[in-house]
């Protein structure tokens, strides 16, 4: 069964960082294009970063940019979005997702796979 996991959030401090994991079942994920998304309460999931399947091409939303860094390891199947400079408003359940076309250019509904999500919130 095709599964997207996600680890490594938590609370943290403003100001502080994090590094969010996402491990994927299958190596068919390899040649994917992978993604994070966010949802903050009272808010639509949103888009946060996206990396193509070989790394080439990565793509932010502007209130991350210069923040955040997604990367990925095919050898090790997974995706990882280091987060730095983490503001309360980066509060939100984040959402590893992987698509066999593109991610930031896709409607939610179009994407192929989404993980689960892990809660990162960041005090003031």
């Known amino acids: 069964q095709v599964q997207l996991v996600e680890s490594g959030g938590g609370l943290v401090q403003a100001g502080g960082s994090l590094r969010l994991s996402c491990a994927a079942s299958t190596r068919t994920f390899t040649t994917y294009a992978m993604g994070w998304f966010r949802k903050a309460p009272g808010k639509e999931r949103e888009f946060v970063a996206a990396i193509s399947w070989g790394g080439a091409r990565i793509y932010y939303s502007d209130s991350v940019k210069g923040r955040f860094t997604i990367s990925r390891d095919n050898a090790k199947i997974a995706t990882y979005l280091q987060m730095d400079s983490l503001k309360p408003e980066d509060t939100a359940i984040y959402y590893c997702?992987?698509?066999?076309?593109?991610?930031?250019?896709?409607?939610?509904?179009?994407?192929?796979?989404w993980g689960q999500g892990t809660q990162v919130t960041v005090s003031s």
């Open positions: 997702a992987a698509d066999k076309v593109s991610i930031h250019d896709q409607p939610l509904s179009r994407v192929d796979y």
